[in-house]
Each structure stands twice: as structure tokens, then as C-alpha cells.
DNA sequence: ATGCTGACTATGT
DNA sequence: TACATAGCCAGCA
């Protein structure tokens, strides 16, 4: 049985921290699962993103398109990862030949943690 | 309640 | 560089 480090959480706050933490990601900016995990005080969870991600209703606000992988690639299921490289494009982000954002060049950089503020 | 899955990541080979 | 494995935990059956 797992007891989670977050026990007194809400489930759907959860999901809520991490979906307005990728709100607040800039337009022709990335940044990692992981990233946003740590960012919503879920160090290590970026599974968890990623799931918070998927359970995102059709037409959305939430800009999902700008979470990648740590190798700065596309982990969407077939099917997204077409749309969600042509939105990042529509961006300005640019893909190396590899299919791979250089993160170098592109990660978001936030000044401050922004879960601690909310 | 229990067990499995997953839009991940760090580490080892 | 690429593939395999272990750790992670909220949903879901």
C-alpha cells in the first residue's frame, strides 16, 4: 500500500497545480515533464504530469504542447505528436534533424518557483 | 481492498 | 548513442 507524500492533497488539485504551472509556460518555450513536476512541488513525479496532461479535455487552454521529454522530444501518442510538433513550430520552436528541440535553446527558465506563490 | 498501467527520468550496460 | 531497468504514484478495473 502506497501513502503518498502529498496524503492531505486533493487528487484534483494535483492535476490543477500542474495544469497551471504549464499555463504559465511562454509561447516558444518548452520545458520538460520533469521540469513542471519539480515547479509543482512534485519533485520527481513526472509520470504524474504526464498523466495530469492526458486527462486534459479536447480544446483546452491548458498549452500542453509544451511539455516534452528530458531529450527535448515529442512523447505524445501517435497521432498527438504530429499536432503537437506543428503547434510548437507555429510557435517559433524549431526541431533539430534528430526530431529534437535543443532545450539549450528553447527550455523555459522561470525566475522564481511559482508554487510558492500561489 | 489489490494489482496494473502510464504523454517520465536517472542510471547502468 | 541506444536500449534495458528500477523507481515513482494517482487513476482505474
Redesign the pocket.
Known amino acids: 500500500?502506497?501513502v503518498?507524500?502529498?496524503a492531505g492533497t486533493a487528487?484534483?488539485s494535483?492535476?490543477l497545480r500542474i495544469h497551471r504551472l504549464v499555463s504559465r509556460i511562454p509561447r516558444g518555450r518548452v520545458a520538460?515533464?520533469?521540469q513542471v513536476a519539480r515547479l509543482a512541488g512534485l519533485l520527481?513525479?513526472?509520470?504524474?504530469?504526464?498523466?495530469a496532461?492526458?486527462a486534459?479535455p479536447a480544446g483546452t487552454s491548458v498549452p500542453?504542447q509544451r511539455?516534452v521529454?528530458?531529450?527535448g522530444a515529442i512523447?505524445?501518442?501517435p497521432g498527438?505528436d504530429a499536432l503537437?510538433r506543428r503547434l510548437l513550430e507555429g510557435e517559433g520552436v524549431r526541431f533539430d534533424a534528430?526530431g529534437r528541440i535543443p532545450l539549450a535553446s528553447f527550455q523555459w527558465r522561470p525566475r522564481r518557483s511559482p508554487s510558492r506563490t500561489l
Open positions: 500500500m502506497y503518498s507524500r502529498w487528487p484534483e494535483l492535476h520538460t515533464y520533469g520527481g513525479q513526472a509520470r504524474l504530469v504526464g498523466y496532461l492526458h486534459l500542453w511539455v521529454n528530458a531529450q512523447s505524445t501518442p498527438h503537437q534528430r
